[in-house]
């Protein structure tokens, strides 16, 4: 390969001039009629057997020729990008200038490259942490949780009553005619947990098993069955059993059941320390997110659309093999959405624009700053994923692109660059009662 021209065009588009020696093209050609000659009949020939300038004779002389350029292409158009510094960033666009056995091989190829990025200010950036802390309602709130998942049903001899598990057979009608959905057996209903149409399960209450009786409704107008919408309706109900939930005693007895600590205090302890641990995540990554979004708000790139581009297919790659591993193909899918594909990919767009500008900015930052990842990190990081996906640390050497590796770390110790130097005032976080004293009174 030999580099002839490499000139920068507008809007961080590269266009790179290069050539393929004669003898490297002659070679690919011979290869090419190797192994796709057999294909092509010439009269006279058994198929396969026709030599190679008859065969061009009468397809055309330049009937192995691209499939030669294909060959020789990759490796030419690396060695080009390399010798001219282009990071690209998206496809190429190539054109043949000339091919022949005598001059070899020369191509045009124009192609979207990394942009030069400016950041301006990303020192003594001031923002305001929004610091959480645990109340003691979210506590309650989480054992009243453990305490019904953990509770006994019991059968309740007398009338149901509000919170009750009813189990009945209906049977609907609207104008004294059986309606489509209106009928099931045996159906448990938890009464007032609101599943059933308004004053349905109100009507259940203080009934007791073996009773029939009649629940009288009237569908809502925006009910989603046009038919039904707005109208009266009679459901006969038979009620075989009530039951209701026994739930666990709050003791020391109970946090020995549904957890490895000894006492009720230790467990609201760890839960506490839990939430408190999500807490601390969450408000750590807030500051993180409104720094960044401070250098972005600051940058100067001309950024190609193809970076947009590659990043949108990626996501949407992700996501097929997300759903893939729950056993649905990415059409089927989209299908059951309504959705074509190229309407679901362009919905990735605004987070593909905000990630892609993100590592710009961050990559901008560490080449600043000269911010790199030491081996240290790298062999931490090794291990972090093989721990956490059991493997050998060999193994994940193995699987992982360890540049794009270092690049990510980078970035992210960019970002600890961000928060060292920035003015961060904490602000306690308003509590859920101050709250909703605020809406009581805004209405």
Do not use: W
Not at 37 to 61: C, D, N, T
Not at 88 to 98: E, L, M, Y
């Amino acid at each position: 390969m030999k580099l002839i021209k490499s000139e920068k065009l507008e809007k961080s588009m590269h266009e790179l001039q290069f050539s393929i020696d004669a003898d490297a093209f002659k070679a690919a050609v011979a290869d090419v009629f190797k192994r796709e000659g057999k294909k092509y009949s010439v009269p006279g020939f058994r198929k396969g057997k026709a030599p190679r300038h008859l065969i061009e004779q009468m397809y055309g002389k330049d009937v192995f020729t691209y499939d030669a350029i294909n060959d020789l292409f990759p490796a030419a158009y690396e060695q080009a990008l390399k010798e001219a510094a282009v990071e690209a960033v998206g496809r190429p666009d190539v054109s043949v200038d000339s091919a022949d056995g005598e001059n070899g091989v020369q191509l045009t190829v124009k192609v979207a490259e990394k942009p030069e990025v400016k950041v301006s200010a990303y020192t003594g950036l001031a923002v305001e942490k929004t610091v959480h802390t645990v109340e003691d309602s979210e506590i309650a709130d989480e054992i009243k949780r453990m305490q019904e998942r953990n509770a006994r049903e019991c059968t309740r001899d007398g009338a149901s009553e509000n919170g009750d598990i009813v189990d009945i057979d209906f049977d609907g009608y609207v104008d004294g005619k059986a309606f489509e959905g209106g009928k099931a057996e045996h159906y448990m209903l938890t009464l007032g947990s609101g599943s059933f149409i308004p004053g349905f399960e109100e009507q259940c209450v203080g009934h007791k098993a073996g009773e029939d009786f009649d629940v009288n409704v009237t569908f809502p107008k925006e009910y989603q069955a046009e038919e039904l919408a707005g109208k009266d309706a009679t459901f006969k109900i038979k009620l075989h059993e009530v039951k209701y939930k026994e739930l666990p005693e709050l003791d020391d007895d109970f946090a020995k059941d549904v957890s490895e600590y000894d006492t009720l205090d230790a467990l609201k302890d760890s839960i506490r320390k839990q939430k408190q641990e999500q807490y601390d995540k969450q408000d750590a990554l807030d500051v993180e997110n409104k720094l960044v979004d401070q250098v972005v708000g600051g940058m100067e790139a001309e950024i190609p659309q193809d970076m947009y581009e590659a990043r949108m297919d990626e996501m949407v790659n992700d996501f097929a093999y997300r759903v893939e591993q729950q056993g649905l193909k990415l059409d089927q899918y989209l299908k059951y959405m309504g959705q074509t594909v190229e309407q679901f990919r362009q919905s990735f767009m605004p987070q593909a624009e905000k990630q892609v500008k993100i590592r710009l900015a961050l990559e901008a930052v560490a080449a600043k700053e000269k911010i790199e990842a030491a081996e240290d990190d790298v062999s931490a990081e090794i291990k972090r994923i093989a721990d956490q996906y059991k493997m050998e640390e060999e193994k994940v050497k193995g699987l992982v692109n360890l540049d794009d590796l270092k690049k990510d770390l980078a970035v992210n110790k960019a970002i600890d660059f961000l928060k060292e130097k920035a003015k961060i005032t904490e602000k306690p976080a308003e509590k859920a009662d101050e709250a909703a004293k605020k809406e009581e009174s805004a209405e």
